[in-house]
């Protein structure tokens, strides 16, 4: 996008909402941000630290029984070879996504409106992956020896098999993660400086001071640090297209008819976008509130963001209706059974929940009320999060449940492990997340004030930070 | 550190139920010897528990310290170096392969034989270091010609079964073999002075030449006494109606290479009937599509084996079978003066049209009366036989094989009333279960606590043995000498392979007990009794008959009687009789249990039905308008009420079974037993028999009860193959006129690959399976599963569809559901040549073999199940929990020590048997010579008596397997993924008969 157009388009923009409420100067800006870190957690941070913890409890359990009894302590079955873990994976994977793509894409076409919410969209991306990361190694049958994924010399002199998607996934994610940390930390550098400026224990002043490795702030710090932090950006942008490609290419490679399809990686990596920016969607608002946020998370920041979800979820329903016109179009018998059963299958309610949430309710965003109404876009987010579940568990499940042999079809059933799984990685997330919420700002300060810096003085916005 | 145990038992030749070595017990000092012969002190638990029944030797004293270990480590150098290891004390002489001295890591194998029936099937085992692992069929036996029934297979899994007896039991408690064996003989010399008058014997029904001579002894030394036999499952009929037609009880046989024609009346040939393996090889060879092909008509009340091979088969209930026979007769000789009873449309079409065939290939066909059918049925079939001259060509007639004809419930109903009578001091059953096997309404549950003396030998304590004074575990038939009879009457001998591992006595054993007889062994009296056969060098030519299992030029000659029209004739008129209304109840030995006594056997149970796929029940199976009418759906609790005798059971709705009949197999429901695996499983359908209609009965009472529904445990559970061109069939008319067939072609077509081809070296290995041959008897499922070491892991496994057989046999419906035609189609790994598996697999645990097998490396697996996402096929197994790890030490003698046991989290799937292809390498490389065709037989190939299953090299051109597959009727399954697989399977043809069209 030419500089001209993205002022032009700015200035209208600026028009509309505010992205920073003006009046604000770096010390209330430093310490409103900076509060919910300083101060003792309030009741409320508690209670969803408790729950969140109940359910890493939970997923310990979980775990633990997968280990000791095998994948057999799960539902799946011959030929449903993979189900919940797989689903959960390709889900969590998805949700990392808008991370990636507000801090780095989003930097890359300098849309200012991400400032106040990529730290957090960061966050979010590295715990979802953590989550993500849980299932691979958990879904084989010895993860014990896992780590024959990894190409390592070995005295076996075996290679893994670079031919296998899964080996790909390895290098994906791996990548994927180790770039989005480097990007999350790299981001709060500067923060953690102004933290440990900020604090009045020596305590915290001495950890803060580890953790912002020497930050002084220097002219020839902000100058290295703008260049990494650009060149990261660069790096992690195309993860955000490449990740959830080869995530797709697992079903996509494979012969099987509901996972052969040449749409996959865009509808996959539309998917991961639309449930990534709901589930933004799902922890800011609350977190705004609580954390007293409002006036650096605007509600032109939520609104952008629908808009988004309503872009992405459209792609997401093109992606549907393309996979059942190719299954008509190309008259393979056994691709149109697949999406037959879809319809009117076991898991045709499965199927009709994942049309409401997805096709419909992104439908509403077409309102600017419902943009602009928080009850209505928060339920809406979690339903979303809800569809790109029942999404995967379809493509994941449903394909593999009735094949091309009918004297192999099967059905599935999940178990309470699989159940405990997915409500677990879901409590670790949550624990994650407000671990990181106490002691991280967990909106980018600098990035904030310079932006705010920028509106009140005019700015230059083609200038190339 | 493996247990001091497990080393003990590395250098043991043969080891005993408790793993350990038969030798004598040793004392280091005369104190050490008398505490170990005082009582147990309370505080011995060893004692107290099951595994070390009194009269056992006492359990080696174990304890974990490193001087212990010491000691005993040079107690058993001592032991080895004094040359303690018991020899076998006779001989036993291999079959195939005569090494000078047994090498440990090279198989033997030695030719036996087992008996149903009273039909002996020859037999050759494989073991290893006296380790029976794998059953096979003797390729010289008439019975068998090299292939193996399930039955036969599996009992090698009954063989090491922990829950076998290992205790002789005299009114319930423990006693020891060698007191009951002095108690027996006193008794049996008390018996003596009246002759024995009040003695009395149930036996298993038999032909073995040695229990005939028991037997003879037995009733020479109390002439008093009486023998009488029973089976669940008798050939009471046949024999019954070869005494109609012909005024004596016969031995009806079928030699099928004969016939162009046969007509099957609820006769289920192909599979559970003596004689079966034997004559679905003589079936198949005529099912290729040349003008040999032959034509099966069967009419049966619920689709069995036999049935679902027929080209026109239609459902009759099994009480208008007779009628539908009668309207054949007189067809085919209206001079028998068989009036022609007025028949439904369809079963007179079909009549019809059989008689018009039969009667164009006179001297060229069979028709086979079943065994659940009246003497009145087999005395028709008899009848139309002879009329079209198929006697002594294609229908065989002898004097009976077996000693008694008689075994059905009139047997029992005699011993019942001799024993209300009080006639009974002594009752000796060899037969197996009675209380559970004979009709109830016998009443000789109660008629038992009358007798005085009962004795009772099993391989499981079951609902008999808790009833009997003495109770003795029985030997396997793999453990102990014998003999008996093929179904053409070859003599057959009974070699056994290892030591009664349970302790237990076989049937000779325990009837010259009662002679007190305890020295002269069965192997004894089996070389006096054949003695006299033998010509002046005694030793080697009984040698030689005990290492080919059998005595060549022993059958039984057709014998030419002529038809008695006198007693015929009332046979007739009985037939012609209009059967009562109302709902049918069938009984069938079932395709896994038998008649129940394979109910332990846990293959079996795992094992999917040929037709219904079910696996660890049986079922009231219904016909899909039955189910309607009476609102009944698959699962559906039924009591079932005949006569006032109650069952509730559970429906399945089965395709292809006659209307308004329900057919409930035998063999489930066992309550009463130490069985640990049939307890519980299934339903009594004993229950419901009556002695007067133990086949079929009428006047059946169908309420559907309340309840939640019972969980099948089924393997293949969706009828039909969706209108997709999976397992296919082709007419003998259009293949012979070459007429171009669409599908066909298009699942043979050659598709472009963008790789570059492979060059296999050496072989490349294929695999042509012929749908025409395949009845789905389920033979080579068992055989994959005894070779390849496959576990069996139960039905809640199986229920959620995990199920680890390599092999299966899908079965799909064709047509109406209330009639359908039926195809069976084995699939295992078709070994891809692009093997979708292979390239998804992250650690290259599943690569191709540079001949082109598609193999599974367990060590490498890590379990992603990837491979088995993307197998079109889904011949993929996975370990989803420890299938392998509960093994005691006995079971784990079973295992093939060729086949890696797979661990939990591992994927695994056929290969082929590359095990069986490396040592055919060895062999072959170590004797200089090359491969050749033929050399290599896969279990599945072997076991299979219908020679569906052929394997070779496709680069030698002329190798079978190569113009099998060149043929227009071979094609490649799911052709369109052009996944190459290097088994190909052959369309099955079928014969229909022009005018039913």
């Given at each position: 996008?030419?500089?001209?157009?993205?002022?032009?388009?700015?200035?209208?923009?600026?028009?509309?909402?505010?992205?920073?409420?003006?009046?604000?100067?770096?010390?209330?800006?430093?310490?409103?941000?900076?509060?919910?870190?300083?101060?003792?957690?309030?009741?409320?941070?508690?209670?969803?630290?408790?729950?969140?913890?109940?359910?890493?409890?939970?997923?310990?359990?979980?775990?633990?029984?997968?280990?000791?009894?095998?994948?057999?302590?799960?539902?799946?079955?011959?030929?449903?070879?993979?189900?919940?873990?797989?689903?959960?994976?390709?889900?969590?994977i998805?949700?990392?996504?808008a991370?990636?793509?507000?801090?780095?894409?989003?930097?890359?076409?300098?849309?200012?409106?991400?400032?106040?919410?990529?730290?957090?969209?960061?966050?979010?991306?590295?715990?979802?992956?953590?989550?993500?990361?849980?299932?691979?190694?958990?879904?084989?049958?010895?993860?014990?020896?896992?780590?024959?994924l990894?190409?390592?010399?070995?005295?076996?002199?075996?290679?893994?098999?670079?031919?296998?998607?899964?080996?790909?996934?390895?290098?994906?994610?791996?990548?994927?993660?180790?770039?989005?940390?480097?990007?999350?930390?790299?981001?709060?550098?500067p923060?953690?400086?102004?933290?440990?400026?900020?604090?009045?224990?020596?305590?915290?002043?001495?950890?803060?001071?580890?953790?912002?490795?020497?930050?002084?702030?220097?002219?020839?710090?902000?100058?290295?640090?703008?260049?990494?932090?650009?060149?990261?950006?660069?790096?992690?942008?195309?993860?955000?297209?490449?990740?959830?490609?080869?995530?797709?290419?697992?079903?996509?490679?494979a012969?099987?008819p509901g996972?052969?399809?040449t749409i996959?990686?865009?509808?996959?990596?539309?998917?991961?976008?639309f449930?990534?920016?709901?589930?933004?969607?799902?922890?800011?608002?609350?977190?705004?509130?609580?954390?007293?946020?409002?006036?650096?998370?605007?509600?032109?920041?939520?609104?952008?963001?629908?808009?988004?979800?309503?872009?992405t979820?459209?792609?997401?329903?093109?992606?549907?209706?393309?996979?059942?016109?190719?299954?008509?179009?190309?008259?393979?018998?056994?691709?149109?059974?697949?999406?037959?059963?879809?319809?009117?299958?076991?898991?045709?309610?499965?199927?009709?929940?994942?049309?409401?949430?997805?096709?419909?309710?992104?439908?509403?965003?077409?309102?600017?009320?419902?943009?602009?109404?928080?009850?209505?876009?928060?339920?809406?987010?979690?339903?979303?999060?809800?569809?790109?579940?029942?999404?995967?568990?379809?493509?994941?499940?449903?394909?593999?449940?009735?094949?091309?042999?009918?004297?192999?079809?099967?059905?599935?059933?999940?178990?309470?492990?699989?159940?405990?799984?997915?409500?677990?990685?879901?409590g670790?997330?949550?624990?994650?997340?407000?671990?990181?919420?106490?002691?991280v700002?967990?909106?980018?300060?600098?990035?904030?004030?310079?932006?705010?810096?920028?509106?009140?003085?005019?700015?230059?916005?083609?200038?190339?930070? | 550190?493996?247990?001091?145990?497990?080393?003990?038992?590395?250098?043991?030749?043969?080891?005993?139920?408790?793993?350990?070595?038969?030798a004598?017990?040793?004392?280091?000092?005369?104190?050490?010897?008398?505490?170990?012969?005082?009582?147990?002190?309370?505080?011995?638990?060893?004692?107290?528990?099951?595994?070390?029944?009194?009269?056992?030797?006492?359990?080696?004293?174990?304890?974990?310290?490193?001087?212990?270990?010491?000691?005993?480590?040079?107690?058993?150098?001592?032991?080895?170096?004094?040359?303690?290891?018991?020899?076998?004390?006779?001989?036993?002489?291999?079959?195939t392969?005569?090494?000078?001295?047994?090498?440990?890591?090279?198989?033997?194998?030695?030719?036996?034989?087992?008996?149903?029936?009273?039909?002996?099937?020859?037999?050759?085992?494989?073991?290893?270091e006296?380790?029976?692992?794998?059953?096979?069929?003797?390729?010289?036996h008439?019975?068998?010609?090299?292939?193996?029934?399930?039955?036969?297979?599996?009992?090698?899994?009954?063989l090491?079964?922990?829950q076998?007896?290992?205790?002789?039991?005299?009114?319930?408690?423990?006693?020891?073999?060698?007191?009951?064996?002095?108690?027996?003989?006193?008794?049996?010399?008390?018996?003596?002075?009246?002759?024995?008058?009040?003695?009395?014997?149930?036996?298993?029904?038999?032909?073995?030449?040695?229990?005939?001579?028991?037997?003879?002894?037995?009733?020479?030394?109390?002439?008093?006494a009486?023998?009488?036999?029973?089976?669940?499952?008798?050939?009471?009929?046949?024999?019954?109606?070869?005494?109609l037609?012909?005024g004596?009880?016969?031995?009806?046989?079928?030699d099928?290479?004969?016939?162009?024609?046969?007509?099957?009346?609820?006769?289920?040939?192909?599979?559970?009937?003596?004689?079966?393996?034997?004559?679905?090889?003589?079936?198949?060879?005529?099912?290729?599509?040349?003008?040999?092909?032959?034509?099966?008509?069967?009419?049966?009340?619920?689709?069995?084996?036999?049935?679902?091979?027929?080209?026109?088969?239609?459902?009759?209930?099994?009480?208008?079978?007779?009628?539908?026979?009668?309207?054949?007769?007189?067809?085919?000789?209206?001079?028998?003066?068989?009036?022609?009873?007025?028949?439904?449309?369809?079963?007179?079409?079909?009549?019809?049209?059989?008689?018009?065939?039969?009667?164009?290939?006179?001297?060229?066909?069979?028709?086979?009366?079943?065994?659940?059918?009246?003497?009145?049925?087999?005395?028709?079939?008899?009848?139309?036989?002879?009329?079209?001259?198929?006697?002594?060509?294609?229908v065989?007639?002898?004097?009976?094989?077996?000693?008694?004809?008689?075994?059905?419930?009139?047997?029992?109903?005699?011993?019942?009333?001799?024993?209300?009578?009080?006639?009974?001091?002594?009752?000796?059953?060899?037969?197996?279960?009675?209380?559970?096997?004979?009709?109830?309404?016998?009443?000789?549950?109660?008629?038992?606590?009358?007798?005085?003396?009962?004795?009772?030998?099993?391989?499981?304590?079951?609902?008999?043995?808790?009833?009997?004074?003495?109770?003795?575990?029985?030997?396997?038939?793999?453990?102990?000498?014998?003999?008996?009879?093929?179904?053409?009457?070859?003599?057959?001998?009974?070699?056994?392979?290892l030591?009664?591992?349970?302790?237990?006595?076989?049937?000779?054993?325990?009837?010259?007990?009662?002679?007190?007889?305890?020295?002269?062994?069965?192997?004894?009296?089996?070389?006096?009794?054949?003695?006299?056969k033998?010509?002046?060098?005694?030793?080697?030519?009984?040698?030689?008959?005990?290492?080919?299992?059998?005595?060549?030029?022993?059958?039984?000659?057709?014998?030419?009687?002529?038809?008695?029209?006198?007693?015929?004739?009332p046979?007739?008129?009985?037939?012609?009789?209009?059967?009562?209304?109302?709902l049918?109840?069938?009984?069938?030995?079932?395709?896994?249990a038998?008649?129940?006594?394979?109910?332990?056997?846990?293959?079996?149970?795992?094992?999917?039905?040929?037709?219904?796929?079910?696996?660890?029940?049986?079922?009231?199976?219904?016909?899909?308008?039955?189910?309607?009418?009476?609102?009944?759906?698959?699962?559906d609790?039924?009591?079932?009420?005949?006569?006032?005798?109650k069952?509730?059971?559970?429906?399945?709705?089965?395709?292809?079974?006659?209307?308004?009949?329900?057919?409930?197999?035998?063999?489930?429901?066992?309550?009463?037993?130490?069985e640990?695996?049939?307890?519980?499983?299934?339903?009594?359908?004993?229950?419901?028999?009556?002695?007067?209609?133990?086949?079929?009965?009428?006047?059946?009472q169908?309420?559907?009860?309340?309840?939640?529904?019972?969980?099948?445990?089924?393997?293949?559970?969706?009828?039909?193959?969706?209108?997709r061109?999976?397992?296919?069939?082709?007419?003998?008319?259009?293949?012979?006129?070459?007429?171009?067939?669409?599908?066909?072609?298009?699942?043979?077509?050659?598709?472009?690959?963008?790789?570059?081809?492979?060059?296999?070296?050496?072989?490349?290995w294929?695999?042509?399976?012929?749908?025409?041959?395949?009845?789905?008897?389920?033979?080579?499922?068992?055989?994959?599963?005894?070779?390849?070491n496959?576990?069996?892991?139960?039905?809640?496994?199986?229920e959620?569809?995990?199920?680890?057989?390599?092999?299966?046999?899908d079965?799909?419906?064709?047509?109406?559901?209330?009639?359908?035609?039926?195809?069976?189609?084995?699939?295992?790994c078709?070994?891809?040549?692009?093997?979708?598996?292979?390239?998804?697999?992250?650690?290259?645990?599943?690569?191709?073999?540079?001949?082109?097998?598609?193999?599974?490396?367990?060590?490498?697996?890590?379990?992603?199940?990837?491979?088995?996402?993307?197998?079109?096929?889904?011949?993929?197994?996975?370990?989803?929990?420890?299938?392998?790890?509960?093994?005691?030490?006995?079971?784990?003698?079973?295992?093939?020590?060729?086949?890696?046991?797979?661990?939990?989290?591992?994927?695994?799937?056929?290969?082929?048997?590359?095990?069986?292809?490396?040592?055919?390498?060895?062999?072959?490389?170590?004797?200089?010579?090359?491969?050749?065709?033929?050399?290599?037989?896969?279990?599945?190939?072997?076991?299979?008596?219908?020679?569906a299953?052929?394997?070779?090299?496709?680069?030698?051109?002329?190798?079978?397997?190569?113009?099998?597959?060149?043929?227009?009727?071979?094609?490649?399954?799911?052709n369109?993924?052009?996944?190459?697989?290097?088994?190909?399977?052959?369309?099955?043809?079928?014969?229909?008969?022009?005018?039913?069209?």
């Open positions: 996008m030419a500089a001209g157009t993205a002022s032009a388009r700015q200035r209208i923009d600026e028009l509309q909402a505010p992205l920073v409420n003006p009046g604000e100067t770096d010390e209330t800006l430093s310490l409103s941000m900076l509060q919910f870190q300083l101060k003792p957690a309030p009741r409320g941070w508690w209670l969803m630290l408790m729950l969140g913890l109940s359910g890493v409890g939970l997923l310990g359990i979980a775990v633990s029984v997968t280990l000791y009894q095998g994948i057999g302590a799960w539902g799946n079955n011959i030929s449903v070879g993979w189900a919940f873990g797989i689903t959960n994976f390709v889900w969590w998805g949700i990392g996504h991370g990636t793509l507000i801090s780095a894409i989003l930097l890359v076409f300098q849309q200012k409106w991400r400032n106040s919410i990529n730290r957090f969209a960061e966050a979010m991306t590295l715990f979802a992956v953590m989550c993500a990361g849980v299932f691979p190694v958990l879904h084989v049958g010895r993860p014990w020896l896992a780590y024959w990894f190409p390592y010399p070995s005295t076996m002199v075996i290679w893994p098999n670079f031919k296998s998607p899964l080996m790909w996934d390895v290098f994906a994610v791996s990548t994927y993660f180790t770039v989005s940390l480097l990007f999350w930390f790299l981001g709060l550098l923060d953690l400086a102004t933290i440990r400026d900020v604090s009045k224990s020596r305590t915290r002043r001495i950890l803060y001071g580890i953790a912002s490795l020497g930050w002084r702030g220097s002219a020839r710090h902000w100058h290295d640090y703008k260049m990494a932090y650009m060149l990261l950006g660069g790096l992690a942008t195309p993860l955000v297209l490449s990740v959830h490609t080869i995530v797709s290419f697992d079903f996509a490679v012969v099987l996972w052969h399809a996959f990686p865009p509808y996959f990596v539309a998917g991961a976008v449930s990534g920016f709901a589930m933004v969607m799902t922890l800011i608002i609350p977190a705004r509130r609580f954390m007293g946020l409002k006036h650096v998370i605007t509600e032109r920041h939520l609104e952008n963001i629908n808009k988004v979800i309503l872009a979820g459209m792609m997401v329903a093109y992606g549907y209706l393309m996979e059942h016109f190719i299954a008509w179009y190309s008259g393979d018998q056994f691709e149109a059974f697949v999406f037959q059963d879809r319809r009117a299958g076991m898991f045709r309610y499965v199927y009709f929940l994942q049309m409401f949430c997805n096709v419909l309710v992104p439908q509403i965003f077409w309102f600017k009320k419902a943009r602009n109404t928080i009850v209505i876009m928060w339920i809406a987010s979690v339903l979303i999060q809800v569809g790109m579940w029942t999404e995967r568990f379809m493509i994941v499940v449903q394909s593999l449940h009735k094949d091309f042999l009918p004297s192999s079809w099967s059905g599935y059933s999940p178990t309470w492990v699989d159940w405990s799984l997915l409500l677990g990685t879901m670790f997330f949550t624990t994650a997340f407000l671990l990181f919420l106490k002691f700002p967990a909106v980018a300060l600098s990035e904030v004030k310079e932006l705010s810096h920028e509106l009140q003085h005019g700015g230059h916005p083609g200038a190339g930070r | 550190m493996p247990s001091l145990e497990q080393k003990k038992s590395l250098s043991l030749p043969v080891l005993d139920g408790q793993g350990r070595l038969p004598r017990t040793l004392w280091r000092s005369p104190e050490e010897h008398a505490a170990s012969q005082a009582a147990p002190s309370a505080g011995d638990i060893s004692i107290a528990s099951p595994e070390f029944p009194p009269g056992a030797e006492p359990p080696p004293e174990f304890t974990s310290s490193r001087r212990s270990f010491v000691q005993l480590l040079g107690a058993g150098v001592a032991l080895g170096a004094a040359g303690c290891f018991t020899k076998p004390g006779e001989k036993m002489a291999p079959y392969k005569r090494p000078l001295d047994l090498t440990p890591g090279n198989a033997l194998h030695y030719a036996t034989c087992q008996t149903r029936a009273g039909i002996a099937t020859g037999l050759l085992v494989t073991a290893w006296g380790r029976p692992t794998k059953i096979e069929g003797n390729p010289d008439p019975s068998s010609l090299g292939a193996a029934g399930v039955f036969e297979q599996a009992s090698l899994q009954s090491y079964d922990p076998r007896a290992r205790e002789v039991r005299h009114r319930g408690a423990g006693s020891a073999l060698r007191s009951f064996q002095l108690e027996l003989s006193a008794h049996g010399q008390r018996l003596r002075k009246d002759g024995g008058a009040r003695l009395r014997f149930l036996l298993e029904p038999s032909a073995s030449p040695l229990i005939a001579s028991v037997r003879h002894e037995l009733l020479s030394a109390f002439p008093k009486r023998a009488r036999a029973y089976a669940s499952w008798s050939r009471e009929a046949s024999y019954e109606g070869a005494r037609a012909f004596a009880p016969l031995e009806v046989r079928y099928l290479a004969q016939a162009a024609v046969i007509v099957a009346l609820d006769a289920d040939f192909l599979s559970n009937e003596p004689g079966s393996l034997a004559l679905s090889r003589q079936f198949a060879r005529r099912r290729e599509p040349t003008a040999e092909m032959n034509r099966l008509y069967a009419a049966e009340p619920q689709l069995t084996v036999t049935g679902s091979t027929a080209d026109h088969r239609v459902r009759v209930r099994a009480a208008e079978i007779a009628r539908l026979a009668l309207a054949i007769l007189a067809q085919v000789n209206p001079a028998a003066g068989a009036a022609a009873p007025t028949l439904p449309p369809e079963q007179a079409k079909w009549a019809s049209a059989a008689a018009k065939d039969l009667s164009r290939n006179k001297g060229r066909s069979a028709v086979i009366a079943g065994e659940r059918q009246g003497p009145e049925v087999h005395a028709i079939a008899l009848a139309i036989n002879s009329a079209l001259g198929n006697l002594g060509k294609a065989l007639t002898h004097a009976p094989l077996v000693h008694e004809v008689r075994a059905g419930p009139s047997e029992v109903r005699g011993l019942v009333e001799e024993i209300n009578r009080g006639e009974v001091d002594t009752l000796v059953i060899t037969a197996w279960n009675p209380l559970y096997a004979a009709p109830r309404d016998l009443g000789l549950a109660e008629a038992l606590a009358k007798v005085p003396n009962v004795i009772y030998t099993s391989l499981f304590e079951d609902e008999t043995s808790a009833r009997a004074t003495w109770f003795v575990p029985a030997a396997h038939e793999l453990e102990a000498w014998g003999d008996g009879r093929a179904h053409d009457g070859t003599l057959t001998f009974r070699q056994p392979l030591a009664p591992l349970y302790g237990g006595v076989s049937e000779v054993e325990l009837l010259s007990a009662l002679l007190g007889e305890t020295e002269r062994t069965p192997y004894q009296r089996l070389r006096e009794l054949h003695k006299s033998a010509g002046a060098d005694f030793e080697t030519t009984f040698t030689k008959w005990i290492s080919d299992g059998l005595l060549p030029g022993t059958a039984a000659a057709h014998e030419v009687h002529a038809l008695k029209p006198e007693s015929l004739r046979a007739l008129d009985a037939a012609a009789r209009v059967p009562a209304e109302g049918e109840l069938v009984f069938a030995p079932d395709y896994k038998y008649d129940g006594r394979f109910a332990n056997n846990a293959w079996l149970q795992e094992l999917p039905d040929p037709l219904s796929k079910l696996t660890w029940d049986n079922a009231a199976l219904v016909s899909p308008a039955t189910a309607k009418r009476l609102a009944l759906e698959s699962g609790l039924v009591d079932l009420e005949l006569r006032g005798r069952l509730r059971a559970a429906a399945l709705v089965q395709p292809g079974q006659a209307d308004e009949c329900i057919t409930l197999p035998l063999g489930y429901g066992r309550t009463a037993t130490t640990g695996v049939a307890r519980g499983v299934g339903f009594d359908a004993g229950a419901l028999r009556s002695a007067a209609a133990p086949y079929f009965d009428r006047g059946l169908l309420n559907k009860a309340a309840g939640p529904a019972h969980r099948f445990a089924i393997t293949h559970s969706h009828f039909t193959m969706e209108g061109s999976l397992a296919l069939d082709v007419n003998l008319m259009e293949l012979r006129e070459h007429k171009p067939n669409e599908e066909l072609e298009e699942q043979r077509r050659d598709h472009p690959l963008i790789y570059e081809k492979i060059p296999y070296a050496g072989n490349k294929a695999m042509a399976i012929d749908l025409s041959k395949c009845t789905g008897c389920s033979a080579c499922v068992v055989a994959c599963q005894a070779e390849n496959i576990p069996v892991v139960g039905k809640e496994q199986v959620k569809s995990r199920e680890m057989a390599w092999l299966r046999i079965r799909y419906f064709e047509g109406p559901l209330e009639d359908p035609k039926v195809i069976t189609q084995p699939v295992a078709v070994h891809c040549e692009a093997a979708p598996c292979e390239y998804v697999c992250p650690v290259n645990a599943t690569v191709h073999s540079d001949e082109g097998i598609n193999e599974m490396v367990y060590n490498r697996c890590v379990g992603t199940r990837y491979c088995s996402n993307n197998c079109p096929y889904k011949v993929r197994r996975f370990n989803f929990l420890r299938y392998n790890d509960d093994y005691t030490d006995v079971e784990k003698m079973r295992f093939n020590p060729d086949v890696t046991v797979r661990a939990r989290g591992v994927m695994e799937k056929c290969n082929y048997c590359v095990q069986r292809v490396e040592r055919v390498r060895i062999d072959s490389r170590v004797a200089g010579q090359p491969m050749k065709d033929g050399d290599v037989v896969t279990a599945c190939q072997q076991a299979c008596p219908a020679e299953i052929t394997f070779g090299s496709l680069h030698d051109p002329n190798s079978r397997v190569s113009l099998l597959q060149k043929e227009e009727r071979s094609y490649r399954l799911l369109e993924l052009n996944t190459k697989p290097r088994t190909w399977h052959m369309a099955r043809v079928r014969n229909p008969n022009p005018e039913l069209g």
